[in-house]
């Protein structure tokens, strides 16, 4: 029979796991209410369709701004956040990227993003908040195996932004761990179903865009699942190198003076946005999500949305301010798949479906994530064959393009963070650190 204790722990855990459901239900509504905003300022006619030239940099600045001097380890994503902490044996370190004052400014810094039309998502930070959630809850309840919990809580936010809770296993496995530990295993379904749960409870069940009943006839829409895949390799590939690329040279720049500096970038890329979405009459700016599941739903996007919507996901991504790549991503690679269907004359929903597996899982480099939770999203398994072989082709070929996958080439910056602030607080002491000891 368990002791009061060990219940209590038990309590503590599941606490943790519904609070994740509750608090992705509530951030998706206000991220939806966030861009509604945008679109009531940036739509229509006179200076309404210019207010992005000016409200735009000025939002960018002012978010990249506060996540550099009050929330440091709030920017970008989250999920390389999560997974640099995993590899952070001290307390004080993993704190730094997952405490509850990050939590707040992420949450904070994503919406006024929204608010500003950032091409961003709330899925990533989702899952540093989970991973957050998670971690306190340990924290609380005296339970070990810190990696186990941000293992957990990374899964539970993926599957509670997108209703997708195989989704948030195989993400758990592939992305964050690249590997599978059975003694977490536990851990991590529980924790997804429980906060799956929580948020069916608040928002229903559902299908992320929509549902899709598209299905590639073989052998005659096979040269398009090809197509889709090597396209959307090459595309996700791009995207990963550049924003590799760019962010470290940006790091380098910032180095000095790094206050004036990060201004500076947030401003250029808030107003490459802004001049991108004007010119496109609004279609890059938000999450893409309303784009992705009208094509998803069969209606072609314009020929150009993916590449403008591409630029426009960068221009954020390096921006310096908090905000996911999932939605926009998938997004991309919906404008990618409406593009090449008016090529091969095929069903608008499928060229959809197969060009967001493509680039997504391009971008990622995680094929069972990238098949798995489109699968999901779109309620469609009869097409399960045709988006897995987009997706493992186009993970093959981005690899040759970019061979460290995106997130975690980016964890490395912030595992260098956590390790350099590390060796400063212990040179203050007059102690030593070796080098590349683990933080």
Request: aromatic letters at 8%; a positive charge; glycine letters at 14%.
């Amino acid at each position: 029979m368990a002791s009061p204790k060990h219940w209590r722990t038990r309590l503590i855990f599941w606490l943790g796991a519904l609070a994740i459901g509750v608090v992705s239900a509530a951030f998706a509504s206000l991220a939806d209410k966030a861009f509604e905003l945008f679109s009531m300022i940036s739509e229509g006619s006179g200076w309404h369709q210019w207010a992005p030239l000016v409200l735009t940099p000025l939002g960018f600045v002012l978010c990249a701004w506060l996540a550099d001097r009050y929330f440091p380890g709030s920017q970008g994503s989250g999920i390389p956040q999560c997974i640099a902490t995993r590899h952070l044996r001290d307390e004080d370190h993993r704190n730094g990227y997952l405490a509850m004052k990050i939590v707040f400014g992420k949450v904070g810094l994503t919406l006024i993003g929204l608010v500003c039309g950032a091409s961003i998502g709330r899925e990533g930070p989702t899952v540093q908040i989970g991973a957050a959630l998670m971690l306190l809850a340990g924290r609380i309840g005296g339970m070990a195996h810190a990696r186990g919990l941000i293992l957990a809580g990374s899964a539970a936010g993926i599957a509670a932004a997108f209703n997708t809770p195989l989704a948030g296993v195989v993400f758990a496995i592939e992305e964050m761990s690249r590997s599978y530990q059975a003694r977490t295993n536990g851990v991590v379904l529980s924790t997804v179903i429980i906060a799956g749960i929580a948020s069916l409870a608040i928002v229903g069940n559902y299908t992320y865009f929509g549902v899709s009943h598209a299905t590639a006839a073989f052998p005659g829409d096979w040269p398009l699942v090809i197509t889709c895949g090597v396209v959307g390799g090459l595309l996700g590939g791009a995207f990963s190198k550049l924003v590799i690329t760019i962010t470290h040279r940006i790091r380098r720049w910032r180095h000095v003076g790094h206050g004036t500096r990060v201004i500076v970038v947030a401003g250029l890329a808030g107003f490459t946005l802004a001049a991108i979405g004007v010119a496109t009459g609004g279609l890059t700016f938000g999450t893409g999500y309303a784009q992705a599941r009208s094509a998803v739903e069969g209606a072609s996007l314009p020929a150009t949305f993916f590449l403008a919507k591409f630029i426009a996901t960068i221009a954020s991504t390096v921006s310096g301010i908090p905000g996911g790549l999932f939605a926009p991503s998938l997004a991309v690679g919906a404008g990618l798949g409406s593009t090449l269907g008016l090529v091969f004359g095929a069903s608008a929903s499928l060229a959809a479906v197969l060009g967001m597996a493509g680039y997504f899982a391009g971008v990622v480099q995680a094929p069972m994530t990238a098949f798995v939770i489109i699968v999901e999203m779109t309620g469609n398994h009869s097409n399960v064959v045709p988006v897995m072989a987009a997706s493992m082709i186009g993970y093959g070929v981005s690899r040759m393009v970019s061979p460290v996958p995106l997130y975690h080439a980016l964890s490395r910056l912030f595992f260098a963070d956590a390790l350099r602030k590390r060796r400063a607080n212990h040179a203050e002491h007059g102690e030593h650190v070796p080098h590349g000891h683990a933080a």
